[in-house]
């Protein structure tokens, strides 16, 4: 898909069970960051990827999910520009917060032009050739690691388009954990969106408690309520992979996708 405002990319849409059976059903909309990592192997990264059909088929057939549209978006090889929340950071070099990884400087960030991309001409799109429930109530923004601040981002920014946001192995130290004090001044008001977290303990997940506390700190001051507003896991021995993610997908999907309505 070309986009005005960031490099092409590729686009996987996968539709629920019932799609092709109830042609007068609309459906929720989950989008996901990293699409290459979420439905084949012989793609991802590493060679695993999330299982997102796999996953999200069980949960429906189990009733713990809702049947929705998923928009897996491709990241590029400006992922880092594109995931790192542009606002959040003061110019100048940011901190990878991984050993080793260089990732250059604040005024090159795209950020914000990949949001405009989402929710400019994406967004549009799949509502325009898919049968969507196009309102914030059922449309959700979902990634790991960078993904996961993207997301968080997305929905800080965009509240009126996003009403659910999860971040998986939430990559707070980027940025010297910048992105947890700017989320606290930004966040719309507790009620009417829904905040998905969740952490390892091994490997890069293992610096993340202290950061996932601030944030959860600065939600409760907010008011948002722990279980209603926003949940919050740390999965004790989980590392920062796609076969770790692929084992707990179903805690996000469950919380932002919810059960079927009566």
């Known amino acids: 898909m070309p986009s005005r405002h960031v490099a092409a990319r590729r686009i996987d849409v996968w539709l629920p069970p019932s799609y092709a059976l109830q042609p007068e059903r609309r459906y929720p909309v989950l989008y996901l960051h990293d699409g290459q990592n979420l439905f084949d192997g012989a793609l991802s990264y590493g060679g695993v990827d999330w299982d997102i059909d796999?996953?999200?088929?069980?949960?429906?057939?189990?009733?713990?999910?809702?049947?929705?549209?998923?928009?897996?978006?491709?990241?590029?090889?400006?992922?880092?520009?594109?995931?790192?929340?542009?606002?959040?950071?003061?110019?100048?070099?940011?901190?990878?917060?991984?050993?080793?990884?260089?990732?250059?400087?604040?005024?090159?960030?795209?950020?914000?032009?990949?949001?405009a991309f989402l929710v400019e001409e994406l967004k549009p799109r799949v509502d325009a050739r898919y049968r969507t429930l196009s309102g914030p109530a059922d449309t959700a923004v979902m990634g790991s690691s960078m993904g996961g601040l993207i997301s968080l981002y997305a929905l800080a920014e965009y509240p009126a388009v996003f009403g659910a946001a999860g971040g998986v192995s939430t990559h707070w130290p980027a940025g010297d954990g910048a992105v947890v004090d700017w989320l606290a001044q930004r966040l719309p008001a507790p009620g009417a969106h829904r905040l998905y977290f969740d952490f390892g303990t091994v490997a890069v997940d293992a610096s993340?408690?202290?950061?996932?506390?601030?944030?959860?700190?600065?939600?409760?001051?907010?008011?948002?309520?722990?279980?209603?507003?926003?949940?919050?896991?740390?999965?004790?021995?989980?590392?920062?992979?796609?076969?770790?993610?692929?084992?707990?997908?179903?805690?996000?999907?469950?919380?932002?996708?919810?059960?079927p309505r009566d």
């Open 208 to 259: 993340y408690a202290p950061y996932q506390a601030a944030m959860d700190a600065h939600l409760r001051q907010r008011g948002y309520v722990q279980g209603r507003d926003f949940v919050t896991r740390r999965f004790e021995g989980a590392a920062h992979n796609e076969e770790a993610w692929q084992r707990r997908v179903h805690e996000p999907l469950q919380f932002l996708l919810g059960p």
């Open 54 to 115: 796999g996953v999200m088929t069980r949960e429906v057939a189990a009733g713990r999910v809702r049947e929705a549209i998923v928009v897996g978006i491709w990241n590029t090889p400006s992922r880092f520009q594109e995931y790192m929340p542009a606002k959040a950071v003061p110019p100048g070099p940011i901190a990878s917060g991984v050993a080793g990884f260089d990732t250059g400087l604040a005024q090159d960030l795209q950020s914000d032009a990949y949001l």
